[in-house]
Nanobody
Framework: QAQLAESGGGLVQAGGSLRLSCAAS????????MAWFRQAPGKEREFVAV????????IYADSVKGRFTISRDTPKNTVALQMNSLKPEDTAVYYC???????????????WGQGTQVTVSS
């Protein structure tokens, strides 16, 4: 059974950095696009970033552009989200997701992780 497991969340001060990781298991995600989403308390889940199966194409939400970087290590079946210059409004549960292509991963992923909490204090 395919599974995605996030790690790396925690508490950080505003202006700091965190690196989230997502490990895929149960199947190979080499040909799948990978994405990150987040959900803040009382808000809907929102798209953060997506990377295609080659690692050569990335798309970011405007709110994180220039601060966050998505990357993947395809042979290791992992994807990472480097988050710099964190703001209190980045506080949320961050989810890893995967889809057959970038559009699917971004709009209606086939697989979801359980999420990891990121809290940014002011």
């Amino acid at each position: 059974q395919a599974q995605l497991a996030e790690s790396g969340g925690g508490l950080v001060q505003a202006g700091g950095s965190l690196r989230l990781s997502c490990a895929a298991s149960g199947r190979t995600f080499m040909s799948y696009a990978m994405a990150w989403f987040r959900q803040a308390p009382g808000k809907e889940r929102e798209f953060v970033a997506v990377i295609d199966w080659t690692g050569g194409m990335t798309i970011y939400a405007d709110s994180v552009k220039g601060r966050f970087t998505i990357s993947r290590d395809t042979p290791k079946n992992t994807v990472a989200l480097q988050m710099n210059s964190l703001k209190p409004e980045d506080t949320a549960v961050y989810y890893c997701a995967s889809g057959l292509n970038s559009a699917t991963a971004r709009r209606s992923p086939d697989y979801w992780g359980q999420g990891t909490q990121v809290t940014v204090s002011s």
